[in-house]
């Protein structure tokens, strides 16, 4: 999987991942691959932030 690679600005990362969100409220991607997405910059932004983002049902 391609990382953004090109800053290590958090708000960098938090906008793009606004977003991914976007296309995942909009249907165009499925919820698997969002939360993929948002796992590989759990470090760099906070998850909280994104919406229905629950690490347990991650983890079932």
């Known amino acids: 999987m391609n990382i953004i690679k090109k800053r290590k600005d958090s708000a960098y990362y938090f ?3 606004k977003l991914i969100e976007q296309l995942y409220k909009d249907g165009q991607i499925p ?3 969002f939360h993929n997405i948002l796992n590989d910059y759990a470090e760099l ?3 909280s932030a994104f919406v229905e983002y629950d690490e347990k049902e991650d983890a079932a």
């Open 15 to 17: 906008a793009a991942l």
């Open 45 to 47: 932004v906070d998850l």
């Open 31 to 33: 919820k698997f691959m």
